[in-house]
């Protein structure tokens, strides 16, 4: 009987020590997730008024927490969403969440109310105010790895240094001038720095810019070799270039390097226009790209 007795007492033991293992692991766990915490921000919403969201950069992804809410990007606003309640005076919190093109995540706890005390919310403002390091960021594929609020960063960097160290390629006509002022690598990533000043009365509406590899000299009746180097970011969403003003924007690409019988073309197009204007870069120019870590970069 007393090893019975024993024998059960030795069981619970071994139980209950099993079971403050298991929770102190679980708590522990608990605890080292709650570290990552990506505290929300809170809102209200209503059913017969539409509150808008202005992001720092274009919106790539949106997630609504429930069926109470319905949400879509602004017309020919990549960075505007519009969001409101689906149905009216709902009781129970709901959420969303939001990744933009900078590689930062954002996430909503949302309330209704019949009459909300803001309508519209100011993202850009807000991220300002707060340390930028401290963000959350999302890595995209095509960035492979490299930080995209980073990324934004320098590319922001070097538009408000509008330092023009390449000095001797551009192109000229019909009243427009396009400079490639600087190159620039970090990270396995080319920054493109370029200037268009249009010197004419008429407003120059960008279409596109294209990056392209092509031979330098073709013979005649002989296919062109093209290889087109899309950008991953630009600095600057595309847009007019009023008359006698001048306009910067970088671009981001990943890092490549072309043979001497080759260069670079970057065109620049107007949309219902023909000012277009062309780049050529040699490699030599790549080569000599300056570093990024040159710069003396203070990050905010």
Same mark, same amino acid.
């Given at each position: 009987?007393?090893?019975?007795?024993?024998?059960?007492?030795?069981?619970?033991?071994?139980?209950?020590?099993?079971?403050?293992?298991?929770?102190? !692991?679980?708590?522990?766990?608990?605890?080292?997730?709650?570290?990552?915490?990506?505290?929300?921000?809170?809102?209200?919403?209503?059913?017969?008024?539409?509150?808008? +969201?202005?992001?720092?950069?274009?919106?790539?992804?949106?997630?609504?927490?429930?069926?109470?809410?319905?949400?879509?990007?602004?017309? &020919?606003?990549?960075?505007?969403?519009?969001?409101?309640?689906?149905?009216?005076?709902?009781?129970?919190?709901?959420?969303?969440?939001?990744?933009?093109? &900078?590689?930062?995540?954002?996430? #909503?706890?949302?309330?209704?109310?019949?009459?909300?005390?803001?309508?519209?919310?100011?993202?850009?403002?807000?991220?300002?105010?707060?340390?930028?390091?401290?963000?959350?960021?999302?890595?995209?594929?095509?960035?492979?790895?490299?930080?995209?609020?980073?990324?934004?960063?320098?590319?922001?960097?070097?538009?408000?240094?509008?330092?023009?160290?390449?000095?001797?390629?551009?192109? =000229?006509?019909?009243?427009? !001038?396009?400079?490639?002022?600087?190159?620039?690598?970090?990270?396995?990533?080319?920054?493109?720095?370029?200037? +268009?000043?249009? =010197?004419?009365?008429?407003?120059?509406?960008?279409?596109?810019?294209?990056? =392209?590899?092509?031979?330098?000299?073709?013979?005649?009746?002989?296919?062109? !070799?093209?290889?087109?180097?899309?950008?991953?970011?630009?600095?600057?969403?595309?847009?007019?270039?009023?008359?006698?003003?001048?306009?910067?924007?970088? #671009?981001?690409?990943?890092?490549?390097?072309?043979?001497?019988?080759?260069?670079?073309?970057?065109?620049? #197009?107007?949309?219902?226009?023909?000012?277009?204007?062309? +780049?050529?870069?040699?490699?030599?120019?790549?080569?000599?790209?300056?570093?990024?870590? &040159?710069?003396?970069? =203070?990050?905010?």
């Amino acid at each position: 009987m007393k090893a019975i007795f024993k024998s059960l007492m030795a069981m619970v033991c071994l139980t209950v020590f099993i079971t403050g293992a298991n929770a102190q !692991q679980i708590a522990s766990s608990t605890t080292k997730l709650s570290m990552g915490k990506v505290d929300p921000y809170e809102m209200q919403v209503t059913y017969s008024k539409t509150s808008h +969201l202005i992001f720092p950069s274009a919106i790539r992804y949106v997630d609504l927490g429930s069926e109470y809410l319905i949400a879509g990007k602004a017309e &020919d606003a990549e960075n505007v969403l519009r969001i409101k309640a689906s149905v009216r005076d709902f009781d129970e919190e709901t959420n969303f969440s939001v990744i933009t093109d &900078d590689g930062r995540f954002y996430n #909503f706890n949302v309330f209704y109310s019949p009459y909300p005390s803001t309508l519209n919310y100011d993202l850009l403002t807000m991220q300002k105010a707060s340390d930028r390091e401290n963000g959350n960021d999302v890595l995209f594929e095509e960035l492979r790895g490299n930080s995209p609020s980073l990324a934004g960063l320098l590319m922001e960097t070097i538009y408000k240094k509008d330092k023009r160290i390449v000095k001797h390629i551009g192109a =000229k006509s019909y009243g427009i !001038q396009f400079l490639l002022k600087g190159i620039y690598v970090h990270n396995g990533k080319f920054y493109f720095h370029t200037e +268009l000043r249009n =010197k004419s009365n008429v407003p120059f509406n960008i279409d596109f810019v294209n990056f =392209k590899v092509v031979d330098k000299k073709v013979a005649k009746r002989t296919v062109v !070799q093209e290889k087109a180097m899309n950008p991953l970011r630009m600095y600057k969403t595309l847009g007019e270039i009023t008359g006698n003003t001048t306009d910067q924007n970088v #671009f981001l690409l990943d890092q490549f390097t072309i043979t001497d019988d080759k260069v670079l073309v970057i065109e620049i #197009f107007e949309k219902n226009g023909g000012r277009q204007q062309v +780049l050529q870069v040699e490699n030599s120019d790549l080569v000599h790209a300056k570093l990024i870590s &040159d710069m003396h970069l =203070k990050i905010n």
